[in-house]
């Protein structure tokens, strides 16, 4: 993983406050099972869990934004403790209701995605990350591209990466 360097609207991995992730392509490898009787189901990386907890224990935000309202992302989300909005069709409106009453600018915030849906999030905000099996054009305008790919341990490894910056004395990890 190589990070760009800052213009002047992207920020450091140290001034981030929140976190904002898609789900399909992000928590998942993009694929989905269906059964006869239509339930769908995925699988995740049970590791994102504990990145996400990192997250947590240094008080960063996180949310997941996803233009699919579907049970099994809800479900998911629950499990992991992380705010969850479904059925969004602007992103960064969705992005930016959350942040708002925390009073977070958006240069103060990371998203991580896959998919040109998005692009509009990712151009909005001071960190835009990639998995690294994105879409060239979301990888194109990323900060930085993953070395993990999609539910494969994607999210914890960003989420490291934030905490080890901004919790450079916690060496146990």
Request: with cysteine; net charge positive; charged share 30%.
């Amino acid at each position: 993983m190589k990070i760009r360097r800052t213009s002047t609207k992207e920020r450091s991995l140290e001034s981030i406050r929140f976190v904002a992730f898609d789900f399909d392509g992000v928590f998942t490898d993009n694929r989905v099972v269906v059964s006869e009787n239509g339930l769908e189901s995925v699988i995740c990386n049970r590791s994102d869990g504990v990145g996400l907890a990192m997250l947590r224990e240094i008080g960063i935000g996180t949310a997941i934004i996803s233009t699919e309202e579907n049970p099994v992302v809800a479900a998911r989300a629950r499990k992991l403790k992380i705010d969850c909005y479904g059925g969004s069709l602007n992103k960064v409106k969705t992005l930016e209701g959350i942040i708002s009453p925390m009073n977070i600018p958006l240069s103060d915030v990371a998203f991580l995605g896959n998919d040109v849906n998005d692009l509009d999030c990712l151009k909005s905000v001071g960190f835009p990350v990639a998995v690294a099996d994105a879409f060239e054009e979301v990888k194109r305008i990323s900060r930085v591209v993953l070395k993990k790919k999609g539910g494969q341990g994607a999210v914890r490894e960003f989420c490291e990466m934030i905490y080890r910056s901004q919790n450079p004395r916690d060496l146990k990890r």
